[in-house]
């Protein structure tokens, strides 16, 4: 999910501006960036104390220039890195699709011709992987995304890098809790077939929504991996047994990911025309159940109204199928959702400024207006009224200038607590106003200044970040 940036995130990384958060792992943090002609990208920042080790930048320098050289349809394009920044960085293309892991929480297991295609496509993105010499280490269904046209696997090449660091700073190991392979925990060497391992952990977890080592502590599952068999019977069959095989604890029992690949895409050599390598609707992808939530093309970048920059002239590039870690939901919601809130929120606000600005003119009791009488508790209520339409003021300015763009965390607070201390005064003021607390010698100016809550009440609701996503 892409949220909204923290005080303490960079606003620019390299030439990318950054727009938005999209999650954290263990190498440090990834923003939503947009290039300067516009594309989309995922740009993952170092974590500080990597960053201060020598010795984690050379490796990281060193996977990055072998990840640069991985070009498979089902991984995610390296776009830019500059490994010898103060804070390194690396930054892989965008498409706004859920990953694994969420897509099967939200609509459950996928059914078996949707989980062969989905290992075809994981198998031959790990073919690509191995081909230029790196090992994923860490596959794992948050890695993996789900778009239109096939699976996406990302975060390959800088495992290795923050391995090496991790193990040489305090001995411990690098990866996911029930889809690590048993020489991950043994101290093995890693090959390719430890991400042959890690791909059988995945497609259990697709097919029937668990591991194939169950729930629990990082140390149960681990001692599970390395000792105890998987739990397969919930695995629906025929069509899915090489997932026991990929699962071997010795890692020569595995298959090869080409052997993989080959007995997956079979069925569809002989069912159609397609290549073995095709993820398409003869092959389950996308899943039926799953398909609606899918995004129908690839995001396109889209200038923001006041700003005439290049990216406003210069079309973006065409989609080159790679992507990054993302999920449905992007940062700007469609036009024809945010401004109807929007729009809302502002009458609001016009109505709020008027009322609150009328009653300091009106009669507040007995025809002394607020004006007339600056002392007392009647005075009160100029300096109160002045900063509720100064906040509502405020309010409506940013969302003129953000286009489509979410008003400011920071503003909707103050305006939420504005609001409710402006309306709590007035309420608590004007009976004070009265003789005898006669609610009928209240003046108009009271009464609207009141009234006036309402108004302020309702933009506070329409600029709440659920309401603008709807």
């Known amino acids: 999910m892409v949220v909204e940036l923290e005080p303490a995130d960079p606003r620019r990384v390299g030439r990318y501006r950054i727009t938005g958060r999209l999650g954290a792992g263990g190498m440090g943090r990834v923003f939503l960036g947009r290039s300067p002609s516009g594309r989309l990208v995922a740009v993952k920042v ?49 498409v706004p699709g859920p990953a694994l892991d969420e897509a099967v929480v939200a609509h459950g297991p996928w059914p078996v011709a949707s989980v062969r295609a989905l290992g075809a496509g994981l198998a031959e993105a790990l073919e690509a992987i191995h081909a230029v010499g790196l090992v ?20 390959f090449g800088v495992s290795v890098a923050v391995e090496a660091t991790a193990l040489t700073r305090t001995g411990v190991v690098v990866g996911t809790p029930g889809f690590m392979a048993p020489e991950q925990l043994t101290g093995a060497p890693v090959t390719a ?43 629906p069959a025929p069509g899915l047994e090489i997932i026991g095989r990929c699962l071997a604890k010795e890692p020569a029992e595995r298959p ?8 997956l895409a079979s069925e569809r050599e002989e069912s159609d025309d397609h290549p073995p390598t095709a993820v398409d609707q003869h092959a389950g992808w996308p899943p039926e159940h799953i398909a609606q939530a899918l995004p129908t093309a690839p995001a396109t970048p889209r200038s923001r109204p006041r700003q005439p920059t290049r990216a406003s002239t210069v079309p973006p590039p065409p989609p080159t199928g790679a992507a990054a870690r993302a999920t449905v939901r992007t940062p700007s919601p469609p036009p024809a959702a945010r401004p109807a809130a929007a729009a809302r929120a502002a009458a609001a606000l016009r109505a709020a400024i008027v009322m609150v600005v009328a009653a300091q003119f009106l009669p507040m009791e007995y025809g002394v207006s607020v004006i007339s009488a600056p002392m007392g508790p009647r005075g ?3 300096p109160l009224g002045a900063l509720s339409a ?7 300015r940013l969302q003129n200038r953000g286009g489509n763009a979410p008003v400011p965390a920071w503003a909707r607070v103050l305006h939420g607590v504005v609001t409710t201390v402006v309306t709590a005064l007035a309420v608590l003021l004007v009976p004070i106003l009265l003789t005898g607390g006669d609610l009928g010698s209240i ?8 009234l006036a809550g309402v108004p302020l009440f309702y933009s506070v609701y329409q600029l709440s970040p659920a309401r603008l996503r709807k």
């Open 443 to 450: 003046g108009a100016g009271g009464w609207c200044l009141m």
């Open 380 to 382: 009160l209520a100029l």
């Open 46 to 94: 170092v974590r500080a104390e990597l960053a201060d080790d020598p010795g984690f930048r050379e490796r990281f320098a060193r996977e990055v220039r072998a990840a640069r050289k991985v070009a498979g349809l089902f991984t995610a394009a390296l776009v830019d890195a500059d490994p010898d920044a103060v804070t390194p960085w690396l930054a892989t293309a965008y």
């Open 256 to 263: 090869t990911v080409a052997a993989v690949l080959a007995e």
């Open 193 to 235: 077939a430890t991400d042959v391992f890690a791909l059988g952990a995945v497609l259990t977890y697709a097919a029937t929504g668990t591991g194939p080592f169950g729930t629990g502590s990082a140390q149960s599952l681990n001692f599970r991996i390395a000792y105890e068999e998987p739990d397969l019977t919930r695995i």
């Open 390 to 396: 100064a906040t509502c003021a405020l309010v409506l």
């Open 136 to 155: 994923h280490r860490d596959l794992k269904p948050s890695n993996v995304l789900i778009a239109p046209d096939g699976p996406r696997v990302v975060d």
